[in-house]
């Protein structure tokens, strides 16, 4: 093996010791210890390696996170640097840091100019309870503290903690561990799969018209904000037809309901644009963010908030009667500093909308338009999902089209590409730093997982 470190133990002694400590992300972790986690190892921009020194090219930017790639030496600079200065402090009890005040600045730089404050957090699920509290803790300001309820989409995702769970739309998560009260659900804008006979533009507005509905059932008066992400990401990368967010930003406006965008995956780039709201065009009251904030190099989030609402709660707010240990942690602050310099000077934002992404949805068209096992291809910027189709014609999907996707996503492992597999789609999202060359040996390894697949399906 000609491997660029050397290892330092062997595969099987790595696995069983991680089945004997770990319970795993989504997964039956019996079987997991069964079968033994992939070890990874390495990484260097968009390459990863495992504990056997096999080399992958890494389509999903890790969890839609490194968004400049692995290895990078100035975010590595960076944390070591603000390590030896000042490791940690914290911004209670009237204390600060210029790592924090720096990012912020530049942050505020590159969103549009209505957003002021943030509040900092460890991750998005973070970001996504704290919302929920600052959005209820702005109507007792403005004098309706009865507006608490949050609405969510059904199959939406907000993270994994109590209320980012209960936010989100997963069933199968309610189901462990509970929900919590004055939380409400609507359809999610998934036209291929739930659209039937309308036309994108009579399904996106029909589905928007549900959160009328159920902001009038559940009376405008007790309804304080609607989450939802500009596009669905973990819930399979699906786009809303473009007559959507107009009507849903027109709803939330009429009603006086906060708008709420969760950026997580959509934020620092990925569709081209800075912010994923700005790709749709439409302009959310807050925005909840991680990932891509620090490249995923270190754990940060946040809520951004509007004037409008920071200026309710500085002004008129008295305590805000929250904090967490980490917010605006120095070294994660400094990390996510560089990594939003390296992303505006490098010109990665404008490349991904000018070059790559267009490169990548073109030989993505290219080499799936008329694959007999993809129905649709959907995405923007450098974020792409293909959707698996029985029949074509009537939109019809496989019984089976979890487990086709999961065996693509194998495939994908043995040919040496990471992409997604969710719910029937393959979902490919690599780091903004891509070269062209990187795109055509995703599309080209995905392309063989994808008749491998075929082939199982009987389709090839
Ligand atoms: N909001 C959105 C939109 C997310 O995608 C979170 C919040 C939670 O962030 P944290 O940092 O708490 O994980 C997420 C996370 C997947 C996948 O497989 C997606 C996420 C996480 C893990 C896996 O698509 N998104």
Request: aromatic share 10%.
């Amino acid at each position: 093996m000609n491997l660029p470190f050397e290892p330092q133990r062997q595969t099987q002694d790595y696995q069983a010791s991680d089945a004997a400590h770990h319970i795993h992300a989504f997964v039956d972790q019996k079987a997991l210890n069964a079968e033994g986690p992939r070890v990874m190892v390495r990484g260097e921009g968009l390459y990863l390696w495992d504990s056997e020194g096999k080399r992958y090219l890494d389509g999903m930017s890790g969890l839609w996170c490194t968004q400049l790639g692995y290895g990078r030496k100035d975010l590595t600079a960076a944390a070591a640097a603000q390590m030896d200065q000042l490791a940690y402090y914290n911004m209670f009890f009237h204390t600060t840091h210029p790592a924090v005040i720096e990012l912020s600045e530049l942050l505020f730089s590159l969103l549009p100019g209505h957003y002021s404050h943030v509040i900092y957090t460890n991750s998005g699920s973070e970001a996504n309870e704290v919302l929920i509290r600052t959005v209820r803790r702005y109507w007792q300001v403005l004098g309706k503290p009865q507006k608490k309820i949050m609405i969510g989409r059904w199959n939406g995702y907000h993270g994994s903690t109590l209320a980012a769970s209960a936010l989100g739309g997963m069933k199968f998560m309610h189901e462990m561990g509970g929900l919590i009260p004055d939380v409400a659900h609507i359809d999610e804008p998934y036209w291929y799969a739930q659209g039937g006979e309308l036309t994108p533009a009579e399904f996106g507005r029909r589905c928007a018209l549900q959160l009328e509905e159920k902001i009038l059932e559940l009376g405008a008066q007790n309804v304080a904000g609607f989450i939802a992400e500009p596009f669905q990401g973990a819930g399979g990368m699906i786009f809303p037809p473009e007559s959507y967010w107009p009507e849903i930003q027109r709803i939330c406006r009429q009603y006086d309901v906060l708008l709420c965008a969760d950026e997580v995956i959509g934020g620092f780039g990925r569709t081209g644009e800075w912010f994923a709201h700005q790709h749709f065009g439409f302009e959310p009251d807050t925005l909840s963010i991680a990932k891509g904030l620090t490249s995923g190099y270190l754990p940060m989030g946040g809520l951004v908030l509007s004037k409008r609402m920071a200026e309710a709660l500085v002004e008129r707010g008295g305590v805000f009667a929250h904090g967490l240990t980490y917010s605006g942690h120095p070294v994660a602050a400094a990390v996510a500093l560089a990594n939003l310099k390296a992303l505006r000077d490098e010109g990665i934002v404008r490349q991904v909308k000018d070059d790559t992404g267009p490169y990548l949805h073109k030989l993505l068209h290219e080499v799936f338009g008329n694959h007999p096992l993809i129905g649709d291809i959907q995405g923007t910027g450098l974020l792409a999902a293909l959707q698996f189709v029985e029949d074509k014609g009537t939109r019809k999907r496989f019984a089976n089209e979890n487990d086709l996707a999961w065996q693509c996503r194998t495939f994908g492992f043995e040919e040496g590409v990471i992409i997604r597999s969710t719910l029937g789609r393959m979902i490919m999202a690599p780091a903004l730093v891509a070269s062209r060359a990187e795109l055509d040996e995703l599309v080209d390894k995905t392309r063989i997982a994808v008749d491998r697949t075929a082939r199982i399906a009987g389709k090839l």
